[in-house]
């Protein structure tokens, strides 16, 4: 019944928004004002727009290869060595994803919820749960993707209604004083939250009707998460000092407990907050893990994926477990991602647009 | 996995200096008061319906740590509603800076614990509050005192965060004052910080001005003197607003609108009338504005001369919606506040008259 | 032998030997004609075939007949055969047939058969009848409002009553047979020019692809024909209301009604159409919106209730509201167990009480689940071994499994909600919610037919508005495009609006 995929439109929406809001919603405020002081907004929104022409080129590839799948047109367009090598890239780009993903949660997980429990246990745990979505094949993936994306907004709609009515939106002011020299690293900064598009990929080809509108869906996901994350910005900046939010971790979980609204027994707020982010989180973790196994197994030539999701699994969980403390996370995963993200995310599309574009030429 | 009745969950924690000769890097004593539950519920078996527990340490966390030597189930302090800093604690800016960080880190404290100072000691208080009359609430009274909206200004509650984001900005806060008068807990003024150190101490009048200067009172009753008689006004509706008057030397203006209604008026003997003319609402109005306006001035002067303390957001003022000037004062901003000229204007209007005339 | 001879002899030898020892099955001999006499052998199964209808409208039309008792003698047994079928029997339902294995199939429904001498053909008499359950208000489906007869277990009623409902003649139904030996009849249901072709072309498919030796219930049958056998979860529909069979006929969806099982199947299945029941069309829209999000509440709280109270109160009590703490640490002070072994306790007490209710009928089960439920419940609290809110809570979920409209759904709920406990037990909320990523993805996975298990909610069917009509109710006037997840051909169902 499965012989080829078959993805919708709207399905194509659901998935960018899944994947993209994960890890990063949370401490995206802190990095941010680092360097932005509380004018981080304009880096989100800068990011956001810049993003687009990536997508329009992706779009693009696959208007004018119909039929084909990302890892055929890859072949076609530069031959077969140098796609293997790209896809080790990307390979690694993946795996270092899902382990940068569950090591971040595994951190807030163990001292929010359970702080007896080794972390080991509650990685563990996370990456065998998700296996078993990720061994089957990218229609399942999306479906998955579209089916928890209306809780993602749920998520993201609790976070910012509850911190309206006690902000102090003052706090964004003064909107003058943009300090210019350092919105290239806010982009920096702001750009791994925006990291999972990439998804795309892999399930573009298989959309089946609405071919055109793909890239208006694409762009929509993408209004709607660079909107996302700037009203969490503003609400967070709302609500903190600037100094406060250097000085915090994570940022949206502070201001979750700290909201104290008359009449409601919102101390469960925190509890759901949690329970939520677990789902966000593996709405992220499973389309990569699924990236990461359907990648391999594309280099070695295997049919499925499954078994290799199988062998990820103390793959990701060694590499997740790797660093000591949130110091070397960052520096052993964190730093790895940036570089990669770009590769894949930004790179990888100019390549593409780039190699199309000479053989055009050349066969004028 | 831990049985919900298998933990102790305090809801008011008190920290002193420890006076102990053989302290040894514990530096603090610590109190935490906790309800019985044994005491509660159908099934109850017990009298006593609070614990108090004494244990020293070199933080809250170690304290509590210690106590493990002699209490049945340990204890988790999510539910932790007021922690009460002991005067000598909070002169020492070290002191107050280690423990709002070690309550700033911790991931279980709950980030709206509200801080009171006291002027004696916390030990004094905790203890003192057990045997406190007219206490039921499963929270305690601290708490219950601090977070009933009651539309007093005799104190303004803050929170932790409250504490933190005040000292980000101005380097300026205001906690209430707690302390036992005979046999009640009674909260009225407030103690000033200034750099996470306690500099001293405001009645609860001044603490009324201060609180209408930042916006935070929702209600109060002002007295004037109209004509010789007394006149009470319940004050429904304090707005404030800053305004820069001049930037070189710096001149702000407050300007304080308050809405008001007529509680009790004394009315002169022979005057059956009432208060029905629009001269005379506006003499009354005019009284309260003079009252009000005292009570600030007097307030401000304290807290530029005596304290040198911007209790009341200039800086953040500043910062926000003039940050030329701002750019230009931050720098020896103590100097500037206390040579800044800070007027007050206030306008009362009163709107109700009550049932009566 | 696979067809009749002509000797009568050889064939009622063959069937009286196929037949030894089944004392049922009754053989008549009769005699045609006065001069010239021909020998007639009527065969049926006593209780299946209706007796009195075989007499009268067969046998005695037979001997009534006045030119048949002259036979002129060049008539050849094949005239006098042809005669007999076309003017002598009164019945409506008649064949001529000469296969062996399909009379004995039509002689084993309750049909009858008339063996002629001389004749290589038999004559069937269509005269099925037996026992049957007189349409009743269906017992696991009970409405307010709505139409209340049920299906029993007969074929031809059961189709009546959905034919009844849709008088279209693109309303089609298909015998086939399932079951070497039990020779089931199953009906395939379905609307020419509304469904999906290839949904029924599959549905054939895998009605073809059954072998086995009974299908004595639509259950079986069920497991047979479904995507995933192992899940706990059913993939097809089940009821016994003819109205909803008839309303996803005209959804686009096929029907299966299999002899002697009040329950037809219906295929698709999707999350979507296991929450909904038939009542939902028939009340105020604003009133089933309500109770439709009451019901996913329901759903989920029927397996996450009990593993929740643990995670909460022995992992996270920083959750709960402060006065609600003491109350709850002081109603559970002398309880002995942890909060697991209580939820397990609990649990299976309820279970138990739930099958002894089940398996007595009549007013001892009512008065069991009264004295269940209350005085075990209650005695349990007062001797200390459970806490009151376990009670609660335990009563709280039987109570949800009850709210949800398939019972199939309910049960699947019901086993996997051991699962959550032991895992709320280990891990806590993170278990719980790990738990929920596993079911969650199951659901994903799951496809019934082809279409995806979680249309509408995964994207399939959306743009016809799909969800309106499943986490809420939107009023029928908005409801003109039939449901998109079955892909139906003819989308508009009401006129006047535009898509």
């Known amino acids: 019944m499965n012989k080829d995929p078959k993805v919708s439109n709207i399905q194509i929406r659901g998935l960018i928004v899944s994947t993209v809001i994960g890890v990063g919603v949370l401490s995206l405020p802190n990095t941010l004002t680092m360097t932005m002081g509380n004018k981080g907004w304009v880096t989100i929104i800068l990011a956001g727009i810049l993003i687009i022409p990536i997508l329009y080129i992706i779009n693009y590839i696959f208007k004018i290869n119909p039929g084909k799948d990302f890892f055929q047109i890859g072949e076609e367009t530069f031959g077969k060595i140098i796609f293997k090598i790209i896809l080790i890239i990307m390979m690694a780009y993946f795996i270092d994803f899902c382990a940068y993903v569950v090591r971040s949660l595994g951190e807030l997980v163990e001292a929010f919820l359970l702080p007896t429990t080794p972390i080991e246990v509650i990685v563990l745990s996370f990456i065998l749960a998700t296996s078993y979505l990720a061994t089957h094949e990218i229609d399942v993936i999306t479906r998955g993707g579209y089916f928890l994306y209306p809780i993602i907004l749920l998520f993201a709609g609790i976070v910012i209604l509850i911190s309206i009515p006690e902000a102090d939106f003052s706090n964004l002011l003064p909107l003058n004083n943009i300090d210019y020299s350092q919105i290239p690293r806010g982009l920096l900064d702001s750009f791994v939250s925006f990291a999972g598009f990439e998804m795309i990929l892999f399930a573009l080809p298989y959309v089946e009707n609405g071919k055109d509108s793909t890239f208006k869906s694409s762009v929509y996901a993408m209004a709607m998460i660079t909107a996302i994350y700037v009203l969490t910005y503003v609400v967070c900046i709302a609500h903190f000092s600037v100094e406060q939010l250097g000085r915090q971790l994570f940022p949206v979980l502070q201001l979750v407990k700290q909201v104290d609204l008359p009449g409601f027994f919102l101390e469960n707020l925190d509890g759901l907050i949690m329970a939520l982010w677990v789902l966000v989180v593996a709405s992220t973790f499973i389309p990569a893990y699924f990236a990461a196994g359907k990648v391999i197994s594309k280099i070695f030539n295997l049919k499925s994926h499954k078994y290799i999701i199988l062998i990820l699994i103390p793959i990701i969980y060694f590499l997740a477990l790797y660093p000591r403390d949130i110091l070397q996370i960052n520096k052993i995963l964190l730093k790895p991602f940036n570089i990669l993200g770009l590769m894949t995310g930004v790179i990888l599309p100019l390549l593409f647009l780039i190699v199309i574009l000479i053989k055009k030429k050349v066969k004028k | 996995m831990v049985e919900i009745n298998e933990r102790i969950y305090p809801y008011a924690v008190g920290i002193d200096v420890n006076n102990a000769e053989s302290s040894e890097g514990d530096s603090y004593m610590v109190t935490f008061s906790y309800p019985n539950i044994f005491s509660m519920g159908e099934n109850a078996t017990q009298e006593e319906t609070i614990y108090a527990v004494l244990s020293t340490g070199s933080s809250l966390f170690d304290a509590a740590q210690n106590l493990t030597s002699n209490l049945q189930y340990p204890i988790y302090n999510k539910h932790l509603k007021v922690l009460v800093l002991s005067d000598a604690v909070a002169r020492n800016p070290k002191n107050v800076l280690g423990i709002i960080d070690g309550l700033n880190r911790d991931y279980v404290i709950n980030k709206m614990i509200q801080l009171v100072v006291t002027p004696k000691t916390a030990e004094e208080l905790i203890f003192g509050k057990l045997k406190a009359k007219r206490q039921r609430t499963t929270e305690g009274v601290l708490y219950s005192i601090l977070i009933n909206r009651q539309n007093t200004s005799m104190f303004t509650p803050k929170t932790l965060a409250n504490f933190i984001d005040d000292m980000d900005r101005t380097g300026v806060s205001t906690l209430p004052m707690a302390s036992m008068v005979e046999d009640y807990v009674d909260i009225a003024g407030a103690g000033i910080f200034k750099n996470y150190q306690l500099i001293g101490y405001i009645d609860a009048k001044e603490n009324e001005g201060i609180a209408m200067l930042n916006n935070r009172i929702r209600a109060t009753g002002i007295d004037a003197t109209y004509n010789g008689t007394d006149l009470s006004i319940l004050a429904t509706n304090i707005k404030t607003k800053k305004k820069l008057i001049d930037a070189e030397n710096l001149k702000v203006e407050f300007l304080v609108k308050i809405e008001g209604q007529v509680h009790e008026f004394t009315l002169p003997q022979g005057n059956y009338t009432g208060i029905d003319t629009e001269e005379m609402l506006h003499d009354m109005e005019e009284a309260v504005e003079n009252e009000v306006k005292m009570n600030i001035v007097n307030t401000l002067e304290i807290l530029q001369k005596e304290y040198q303390a911007d209790a009341i957001y200039l800086s953040d003022y500043l910062e926000k919606y003039h940050p030329n000037v701002w750019e230009q004062v931050k720098d020896n901003w103590d100097e500037v506040f206390l040579e800044a000229e800070l007027e007050v204007d206030v306008e009362v209007v009163i709107e109700r008259r009550g049932l009566t005339k | 032998m696979e067809k009749l001879t002509k000797d009568l002899k050889e064939n009622v030898q063959y069937f009286k030997g196929l037949f030894k020892d089944c004392d049922d099955i009754l053989f008549r001999e009769i005699e045609i004609g006065d001069e010239h006499k021909v020998k007639i052998i009527v065969i049926f199964v006593d209780g299946m075939a209706n007796k009195e209808f075989v007499s009268d409208s067969a046998i005695q039309s037979l001997f009534w007949k006045d030119d048949l008792n002259h036979i002129p003698v060049d008539e050849t047994y094949e005239l006098f055969f042809n005669r007999i079928f076309k003017e002598a029997i009164a019945s409506a339902e008649l064949k001529k047939e000469d296969k062996i294995e399909t009379i004995i199939d039509n002689i084993l ?391």
């Open chain 3, 109 to 499: 429904s309750g049909d009858t058969a008339l063996l002629v001498e001389n004749m290589d053909k038999c004559i069937v008499i269509g005269s099925r009848d037996g026992p049957s359950r007189s349409i009743e208000e269906p017992k696991t489906e009970t409405v307010i409002r709505g139409p209340r007869d049920g299906f029993n277990e007969i074929m031809k009623f059961n189709l009546a009553l959905v034919r009844r409902r849709i008088k279209d003649p693109k309303f089609k139904v298909k015998f086939k047979q399932v079951g070497r030996r039990s020779r089931t009849t199953v009906a395939v249901l379905y609307i020419d020019d509304i469904v999906d072709k290839k949904l029924l072309d599959e549905v054939k498919k895998r009605l073809d692809n059954v072998d086995i030796d009974a299908v004595l219930d639509s259950a079986i049958l069920e497991n047979l024909i479904e995507d995933n056998y192992l899940s706990p979860f059913p993939q097809v529909e089940n009821t016994e209301r003819p109205d909803s069979v008839a309303a996803a006929l005209y959804e686009g969806r096929v029907g299966l009604i299999v002899d002697n099982s009040p329950f037809a199947l219906i295929v698709p299945a999707t999350m979507g159409t296991l929450i909904q029941s038939s009542e939902d069309y028939y009340e105020r829209w604003s009133q089933t919106t309500i109770i439709r999000i009451i019901r996913i509440i329901a759903m989920f709280l029927s397996f996450t209730a009990p593993a929740l109270y643990i995670a909460i109160t022995a992992y996270h009590p920083g959750l709960l509201p402060t006065k609600l703490i003491y109350f709850l640490a002081a109603s559970r002070i002398n309880v002995p167990f942890p909060s697991v072994v209580e939820a397990i306790l609990m649990e299976l007490t309820m279970e138990l009480l739930r099958e002894a209710g089940t398996r007595v009928s009549g007013p001892i089960g009512s008065t069991i689940g009264i004295v269940g439920g209350l005085i075990i419940g209650q005695a349990a609290v007062d001797a200390g071994i459970v806490s009151p809110l376990m009670i609660i809570i335990v009563a709280v979920t039987t109570i949800s499994t009850f709210a949800i409209p398939s019972y199939e759904m309910a049960t699947g709920f019901r086993t996997v909600r051991f699962t959550f406990i032991a895992l709320a037990g280990v891990l806590g909320l993170y278990g719980v919610v790990l738990g929920i990523i596993v079911l969650l993805s199951h659901f994903i996975i799951l496809s019934s037919f082809g279409i995806p298990f979680t249309s509408p909610f995964s994207g399939l069917g959306i743009e016809e508005g799909d969800l309106k009509d499943t986490l809420v109710k939107a009023p029928i006037q908005r409801l003109w495009l039939r449901p998109g997840f079955t892909n139906p051909k003819n989308k508009r169902r009401m006129r006047g609006h535009k898509k």
